[in-house]
């Protein structure tokens, strides 16, 4: 029986390029989406991968979503978490529900899908635990400090749990993407775009292929030395 791989956030952007890449590497996977059902829907009838409509955020719809995924399908050995939104604007423009919103989902939704698998894969020897970062988690960006806030701290915690986990099989890995050719990034406007674009030295934007194949790697038996670090895919944006 081939291992069972969730992806939250998994049907748009990067996180359905991932789920893609998994599945071309034999997993079994399954997708988790916050509330477009038609593309859930979409993507399900494409890809031939099942799609969970679970609130990341929300602790116990966590545990019963994991509980559910369980049942269906198997016990959950890989953990992808992908899921995350944006609420930009400067402290003083930002209200406390724009930053509680992003911490809740983007920081909150690792510690709720890893606090839902990580004792099975403890109990099994092994396991897989690979949270998406952000380059502006690692040297900030303007208008964004729950941003910036919620993926650094998925940095933090990627190292912390490594350790938590290493001597049970399980590995913690962070992927730090730059500025991917999204509709995330679509959206933002094209005079700050080619601003962007100017700062990335392979100029051009990355490709949500390329993320997924970073974390493929790092699923994969291969990268079962690899734990605790965060893979920077950005153009040599950013380098430290």
């Given at each position: 029986?081939?291992?069972?791989?969730?992806?939250t956030?998994?049907?748009?952007?990067?996180?359905?390029?991932?789920?893609?890449?998994?599945?071309?590497?034999?997993?079994?996977?399954?997708?988790?989406?916050?509330?477009?059902?038609?593309?859930?829907?979409?993507?399900?009838?494409?890809?031939?991968?099942?799609?969970?409509?679970?609130?990341?955020?929300?602790?116990?719809a966590?545990?019963?979503?994991?509980?559910?995924?369980?049942?269906?399908v198997?016990?959950?050995?890989?953990?992808?978490?992908?899921?995350?939104?944006?609420?930009?604007?400067?402290?003083?423009?930002?209200?406390?529900?724009?930053?509680?919103?992003?911490?809740?989902?983007?920081?909150?939704?690792?510690?709720?899908?890893?606090?839902?698998?990580f004792?099975?894969?403890?109990?099994?020897?092994?396991?897989?635990?690979i949270?998406?970062g952000s380059?502006?988690?690692?040297?900030?960006?303007?208008?964004?400090?729950?941003?910036?806030?919620?993926?650094?701290?998925i940095?933090?915690f990627?190292?912390?749990?490594?350790?938590?986990?290493?001597?049970?099989?399980?590995?913690?890995?962070?992927?730090?993407?730059?500025?991917?050719?999204?509709?995330?990034?679509?959206?933002?406007?094209?005079?700050?775009?080619?601003?962007?674009?100017?700062?990335?030295?392979?100029?051009?934007?990355?490709?949500?292929?390329?993320?997924?194949?970073?974390?493929?790697?790092?699923?994969?038996?291969?990268?079962?030395?690899?734990?605790?670090?965060?893979?920077?895919?950005n153009?040599?944006?950013?380098?430290?």
């Amino acid at each position: 029986m081939s291992k069972i791989a969730v992806v939250t956030g998994g049907t748009r952007g990067i996180g359905r390029a991932i789920c893609k890449s998994l599945k071309d590497d034999g997993f079994t996977v399954v997708a988790i989406y916050a509330g477009n059902e038609e593309k859930a829907r979409s993507f399900t009838d494409e890809c031939g991968i099942p799609a969970y409509k679970v609130d990341v955020g929300d602790h116990e719809a966590v545990l019963a979503g994991c509980k559910k995924i369980e049942e269906d399908v198997g016990p959950i050995d890989i953990v992808v978490n992908n899921a995350g939104i944006t609420r930009d604007g400067t402290l003083l423009k930002m209200s406390y529900e724009e930053w509680d919103d992003v911490m809740r989902i983007n920081l909150g939704g690792c510690f709720n899908m890893a606090k839902a698998t990580f004792a099975g894969m403890k109990d099994r020897k092994w396991g897989r635990i690979i949270n998406i970062g952000s380059i502006n988690g690692q040297a900030g960006q303007y208008g964004q400090v729950n941003y910036a806030a919620a993926k650094s701290g998925i940095h933090g915690f990627t190292k912390a749990l490594a350790q938590e986990g290493a001597r049970s099989g399980i590995t913690v890995n962070a992927i730090a993407p730059g500025y991917i050719d999204t509709d995330m990034v679509a959206a933002v406007p094209e005079n700050v775009l080619e601003k962007i674009v100017a700062r990335i030295p392979v100029g051009r934007l990355g490709q949500a292929e390329e993320i997924a194949r970073g974390v493929s790697f790092l699923a994969s038996e291969d990268g079962g030395f690899v734990t605790g670090s965060t893979l920077s895919i950005n153009g040599g944006q950013h380098m430290y």
